[in-house]
C-alpha cells in the first residue's frame, strides 16, 4: 500500500531557528506533493507544491520544500522559525496528474517557544 | 481565492438522530469534493470522493448508507450521519478540487452526539 511517512511527530523549537520536517513516500511513479499547514483552530492551508520542474519550491510565510526523487523524500525547511507557525503541518501525496485522491503523512505538531 | 465553507461549524445531536454538514465552494466551480475525518491528533482520514451528478466513491471501511453524500452541483456537497451515535462523534472535514490537483479545505464541523 502506498504510504506518506512524517517520522517527526512532535518538534519544539525557539524562535529563529531552522526548522526541517521530514516527508518521505512509498510510490515509485510520477507524483505530486504537497505540504499543508493547520494553525490551532483553523483549517488547512496550502503552503506549498510540486508537481514538475525545479524540485526546489517556495511557498507562503517564507517556507520552502526540496522534492529529492531518488530518496523519495519531499522535506519541508524554513530557515528562522516564529512563534506564528506553532501548527500541524502535513505532508500530502497524489499519483501523478488526474488524480486528485491525497494520502496524507500523519502529520508534524511543531511548536515554537518565544 | 478557492474558498471552501463549511455549515454548521459544530453541530450536538442525540443518538438515533441525523445531521447533514453542507460543504461549499465560494469563489470556484467543484466537480469533486472530498469528505474527511480527521481524530484528535491524528491525520485526515479520507471517508468519500465526492462527484457532481453521481454517486460518490467510498473508502474501505466506510459506510455507505451511514454516511450518504449528495453532489448536486457544483459548488455544494452534503454529508448526511445518518442514525448517528457517539462514535460518529469527530471532526468532519471536506474538501474540494480548485487549481488543478489541489484540494483547498473546508474550516471543518465538529460533531458531537450525545
Known amino acids: 500500500a502506498q504510504s506518506v511517512s512524517q517520522h517527526n511527530h512532535h518538534v519544539i523549537l525557539s524562535e529563529a531557528a531552522s526548522l526541517e520536517l521530514g516527508c518521505n513516500y512509498s510510490y515509485g511513479g510520477t507524483v505530486n506533493l504537497f505540504w499543508y499547514v493547520q494553525y490551532p483552530g483553523q483549517h488547512l492551508q496550502l503552503l506549498l507544491k510540486?508537481?514538475?520542474?525545479?524540485?526546489l519550491v517556495k511557498g507562503i510565510k517564507g517556507f520552502e520544500a526540496e522534492f529529492i526523487k531518488s530518496k523519495f523524500s519531499f522535506n519541508l525547511r524554513k530557515p528562522s522559525v516564529q512563534w506564528s507557525d506553532t501548527a500541524e503541518y502535513f505532508c500530502a501525496v497524489t499519483r501523478g496528474s488526474g488524480t486528485y485522491k491525497y494520502i496524507f503523512g500523519t502529520g508534524t505538531r511543531l511548536k515554537v517557544l518565544a | 481565492g478557492a474558498v471552501v465553507s463549511q455549515h454548521p461549524s459544530w453541530v450536538i445531536c442525540k443518538s438515533g438522530t441525523s445531521v447533514k454538514i453542507e460543504c461549499r465552494s465560494l469563489d470556484f466551480q467543484a466537480t469533486t469534493m472530498f469528505w474527511y475525518r480527521q481524530f484528535p491528533k491524528q491525520s485526515l482520514m479520507l471517508m468519500a470522493t465526492?462527484?457532481?451528478?453521481?454517486?460518490?466513491?467510498?473508502e474501505q471501511g466506510v459506510e455507505k448508507d451511514k454516511f450518504l453524500i449528495n453532489h448536486a452541483s457544483l459548488t455544494l456537497s452534503t454529508l448526511t450521519v445518518t442514525s448517528a451515535h457517539p462514535e460518529d462523534s469527530s471532526f468532519y472535514i471536506c474538501s474540494a478540487i480548485g487549481d488543478v490537483d489541489t484540494q483547498y479545505f473546508g474550516p471543518g464541523t465538529r460533531l458531537t452526539v450525545l
Open positions: 465526492s462527484n457532481e451528478g453521481s454517486k460518490a466513491t467510498y
Open positions: 510540486y508537481f514538475s520542474g525545479d524540485p
